[in-house]
T-cell receptor, first 114, second 117 residues
């Protein structure tokens, strides 16, 4: 079965600083990978996804993520964080043999200092 | 496009009563919908997969008699929490898969906060 690990439960960065949120997955074949963002009391918004092709994926709100097969990672990055980016971020993996279901990581809470 | 709504956004009910949560795909037909539960400051846990016109598939440990799921049409799935207890208080999120799109992408509703007193 597939699994996702987000090693950092909380991250605090200063506004304007760069950001990298880590995501490691476990799956036997090429996974389908997603990053979602959740504001307090809200549902999930898709930031970006990877399923094939270019391993550097561009998403909304200035986010990007890079798929590194050798490291089983799909880290999320943003060059300059804005205060509005403060939220919970979830990495998820989808697998063909799992009936379209997604497995989510534990989430990383991002706080932005002014 | 690909908007999913949930109703209600929050609900308070008394212990022992039942409450129904609706999940609707507004601009596409969803053959498959998913129900998740999220505890405070935790990740989403898949409860069940709902397929239109057939019985839902529940994840291990989820009581199917307590969490009744009905997917009677291509745009509506409902989750009924029967005989609710305080431990059922949680944030419930649904998602829907657009069969015409990328098959592993799910569109999420805004969630429903259930509080059982």
């Amino acid at each position: 079965a597939q699994s996702v690990t987000q090693p950092d439960i909380h991250i605090t960065v200063s506004e304007g600083a760069s950001l990298e949120l880590r995501c490691n997955y476990s799956y036997g074949a090429t996974p389908y990978l997603f990053w979602y963002v959740q504001s307090p009391g809200q549902g999930l918004q898709l930031l970006l996804k990877y399923f094939s092709g270019d391993t550097l994926v561009q998403g909304i709100k200035g986010f990007e993520a890079e798929f590194k097969r050798s490291q089983s990672s799909f880290n999320l990055r943003k060059p300059s964080v804005h205060w509005s980016d403060a939220a919970e971020y979830f990495c998820a993996v989808g697998a063909k043999n799992a009936g379209n279901m997604l497995t989510f990581g534990g989430g990383t809470r991002l706080m932005v200092k002014p | 496009g690909a908007v999913v709504s949930q109703h209600p956004s929050w609900v308070i009910c008394k212990s022992g009563t039942s409450v129904k949560i609706e999940c609707r795909s507004l601009d596409f037909q969803a053959t498959t919908m998913f129900w998740y539960r999220q505890f405070p400051k935790q990740s989403l846990m898949l409860m069940a997969t709902s397929n239109e016109g057939s019985k839902a598939t529940y994840e291990q440990g989820v009581e199917k008699d307590k969490f009744l799921i009905n997917h009677a049409s291509l745009t509506l799935s409902t989750l009924t929490v029967t005989s609710a207890h305080p431990e059922d208080s949680s944030f419930y999120i649904c998602s829907a898969r657009d069969p015409t799109g990328f098959s592993y992408e799910q569109y999420f509703g805004p969630g429903t906060r259930l509080t059982v007193t």
